[in-house]
Structure formats: C-alpha cells, structure tokens
C-alpha cells in the first residue's frame, strides 16, 4: 500500500474544545435585597437624622443623606461590574 497526497483547498475543521468556560461574577445580593437593605439602611439614618435635627444639628441631617446615596451608589457601581464576562477555551493541542 502506498500513501496518496494530495493537496486541499478547505481548511481543516478546527478541533473541538476540551473545555469551553464562560465565567460571571457571583451576585450574592438579588434586587429585591438591595431595595431591603438600602430601604433599612435609608430607615435608620432618617432615624438618627431626626434625632440631630430635633438637637439643632441640621448639617449632620444632609450628610446622613448623602450616606444613603453613597451606598446606593457603591452599590450600582458593583451590579454594573458584575456584568462582565469572562470566556476560557482550551483545546487538546493548546495544552500539550
């Protein structure tokens, strides 16, 4: 038996993954839960708000706001991170 060669035009198929990954980011927090924890959080500063307030240290009050929407902030900022995503593919040729 004698070996034939001949030359194709095609490309080869390419081979298939050994492992085709895509990665997220976990959200450990849903938004029905950021809307209860920025709530709570709005609920004790409006608290301790009114309690400076009622003492005569009205500036403490608008700072206390700006605390809510900092962390509402941070918070937005993390959900818009967690949209990224990541794609790993390894093939049996990139490994050996």
């Known amino acids: ?7 194709i035009d095609e490309p080869l198929p390419a081979p298939a993954p050994t492992m085709d990954a895509v990665l997220t980011p976990n959200r450990s927090l849903s938004r029905q839960a950021f809307k209860l924890v920025i709530g709570s959080f709005a609920l004790v500063n409006a ?33 818009r991170s967690g ?11 990139a490994v050996q």
């Open 1 to 7: 038996m004698t070996a034939v060669w001949r030359q």
């Open 83 to 93: 949209q990224q995503v990541e794609r790993i593919l390894v093939s049996r040729e």
């Open 47 to 79: 608290g301790v708000a009114l309690v400076f307030w009622l003492h005569g240290a009205y500036p403490v009050s608008g700072f206390l706001g700006l605390d809510v929407l900092a962390l509402a902030w941070a918070f937005h900022a993390n959900y």
